[in-house]
């Protein structure tokens, strides 16, 4: 089973939520950051690393000698990554998506694969779980493809070590929040009751319901804000799996860097039993969609 | 004409109810929310809406299940698995479809269509505080920096029409594409973070961002009571690497009364908080003029 902890707004506690859940679940799991951009799964479950590699983008390298200036990679690419002027070929490395659609189509085979380092995987454990994060180069603009080569290394891990994954997703409600959470059997959407988070809770929700996935809800920082959020769940049928209540001293040690089911023996107990209600509603088949065993 | 954008690496440290504190506080600007995935900001300005465009960017294959002939030279050239074969025969999922156009150039039956986007939309309004540009994606669809380079490109024009020297503009959190488009040619980036793990953590990652394209970076720790000893090492940190810290500001629910009430702070009776953030905008403004 594969769960998704995704919201819309950013900092509603998808982390602390995922941490949690790693530390009181009880089977083999991976426990993947998939939050490229800003990972901080790992500030918080500490783990050991034990490999670490680069991860790369397949992009086009011009040999000179056999191009003819025919401009047709040029006329294909659709990210403005290479232009033909005259007898000048310029590739822009940083543009590319990495389709591979230029060096299908050269009449000359002038184009062959070269390499733009998006990131670095890394991998160990943590506890009794496994651990993998994606961590974006910083001024690396594209982090679906880099995301889906630590998607690649998540399934290698699963096939040497069968087990559940955890993935703490990036926040919105755009590309790379819906590359994140398309191949999960359950998403968990974190939310706070205040406007903003139930503004961003809806656009989640919009953006997550296509996809026809067992979804429901984790309120964090319960009683702040309006009881707006309660009746929308309701209205959409988002089950509410656990409420985390609005507590300073959640949020200190939170700030302490601390796992949030250790704090006291009711929020591990909050999480424990929301371990439960996550694998009934992956149990839980909607209409036209089997559920992974 | 000055363009100021706050940012924040991590979510949720209070971005968008401090920049509706300066939309509230500045003179002469145009506001403009840059987070074209999940924008707040208008729940605070309550704009009205005064121009409606239409984004359009990228494109989607579709396959015309009259014209294909089964032959799946497509599935395996998509590189992103967007091409999907079922009892119906061949179909592009959209939600994985990156526009590349490859199933489009070598379907031999030239049965893959290809159509332009429409992304979202984007909009000029006006505000207790003034003009404010700002846009909604459709929720699953494509995040765009170049939605976020037409909004502050608008955001300039009004600028320069109306006269006004200011652009204010509410950031995306991460480091990504949208950031870093939103801090293409700005002349001052304000990151707000908080005294926890991550708080600091991305607070490094955007600085080196700022870094990398050189521009202006100065810090707001919010939160700052939280913990007190991280707050002390992000100043340290902003301290050795000469980033000034423009306010340290306490753990204050007052943010999401106003929050609630559709108001910024500074509309709330004044408190010594609200002080503070009058003071900070002063510091913000001066940090504006001084950076090349």
């Known amino acids: 089973m594969i769960v998704s902890v995704a919201s819309g707004k950013g900092g509603t506690g998808k982390t602390t939520v995922a941490a949690s859940l790693t530390t009181v679940w009880d089977g083999p799991l991976v426990a993947v950051d998939l939050d490229v951009e800003e990972p901080n799964l790992h500030l918080f479950l500490r783990p050991t690393v ?33 232009s033909v002027m005259g007898k000048l070929v310029l590739i822009f490395p940083e543009m590319c998506h990495g389709c591979g659609g230029c060096l299908a189509i050269c009449p000359e085979k002038a184009l062959s694969p070269g390499q733009r380092e998006l990131g670095e995987i ?123 209540p609005f507590d300073r001293a959640i949020a ?32 839980r088949s909607r209409p036209g969609e089997v559920a992974h065993a | ?75 395996p050239m998509c590189r992103f698995g967007a091409i999907r074969e079922d009892e119906d025969g061949f179909s592009v999922d959209p939600l994985r479809c990156e526009g590349c156009k490859v199933c489009v150039a070598f379907c031999p039956a030239e049965a893959v269509r290809f159509t332009q986007k429409h992304c979202g939309q984007w909009y000029v309004s006006s505000t207790r505080f003034g003009p404010l540009v700002h846009a909604q994606l ?12 037409v909004l502050k490109q608008q955001a300039q024009e009004i600028a320069k029409a109306k006269g006004l020297d200011l652009v204010l503009c509410d950031g995306a959190p991460g480091i990504g594409c949208p950031v870093i488009s939103s801090l293409s040619g700005t002349h001052l980036a304000v990151a707000v973070t908080e005294p926890t793990p991550s708080g600091m953590h991305d607070l490094e990652r955007v600085a080196e961002l700022c870094n990398h394209f050189q521009i202006g970076f100065s810090v707001i720790i919010n939160k700052c009571d939280l ?33 609630v009430k559709g108001l910024v702070v500074t509309e709330l009776p004044e408190t010594e908080l609200s002080r503070e953030l009058v003071r900070t905008w002063t510091r913000v403004e001066e940090m504006a003029r001084r950076v090349p």
Not at chain 1, 261 to 277: H, I, K, M, N, W
Request: aromatic share 6%; with cysteine.
């Open chain 2, 1 to 75: 004409m000055r363009e100021i954008v706050i940012i924040s690496g991590k979510g949720g440290t209070g971005k968008t109810s401090i920049t509706g504190v300066f939309a509230h506080l500045a003179k002469n600007k145009v506001i403009c929310d840059l987070d074209v995935d999940a924008p707040d900001l208008h729940l605070l300005l309550h704009p009205s809406k005064e121009r409606v465009e239409e984004f359009h960017s990228g494109y989607e294959a579709r396959i015309d299940k009259d014209s294909c002939t089964q032959c799946g030279v497509c599935a």
């Open chain 2, 138 to 149: 459709f929720p699953g669809g494509e995040n765009s920096g170049r939605l976020v380079m």
């Open chain 1, 50 to 82: 034990e490999g670490r590699e680069a991860a790369h983008l397949e992009i086009p390298v011009l040999d000179q000698s056999r191009c003819t200036y025919c401009g047709t990679c040029s006329d294909l690419c659709q990210f403005k990554a290479i």
């Open chain 1, 122 to 244: 890394s991998w160990g454990r943590a506890g009794g779980a496994q651990f993998l994060m994606g961590r974006l180069r910083v001024g690396e603009a594209m982090s679906p493809p880099f995301m889906r080569l630590v998607k690649a290394k998540l399934d290698e891990m699963l096939a040497a070590s069968p087990g559940d994954a955890i993935l703490d997703a990036p926040p919105g409600v755009s590309c790379p929040a819906v590359n994140a959470v398309i191949d999960s059997d359950v998403i968990i959407l974190v939310t706070e009751p205040t406007p903003f988070g139930f503004h961003d809770f809806q656009l989640a929700w919009e953006a997550f319901a296509p996809l026809g996935k067992p979804m429901g809800t984790v309120v964090n920082r319960a009683g702040l804000g309006s009881k707006d959020l309660y009746g929308f769940c309701r209205d959409k049928g988002l089950p509410i799996l656990a409420e985390i």
């Open chain 1, 252 to 283: 200190e040690a939170y700030a302490r860097g601390r796992v949030i089911a250790d704090v006291s023996p009711q929020l591990r107990e909050t999480f424990v039993s929301l371990r439960g209600v996550i694998r009934d509603l992956a149990g």
């Open chain 2, 227 to 259: 913990n007190p000893d991280e707050a002390a090492r992000i100043e340290a940190y902003c301290l050795a690497h000469s980033y000034p810290v423009l306010a340290s500001l306490p753990h204050d629910p007052v943010f999401t009364r106003a929050m």
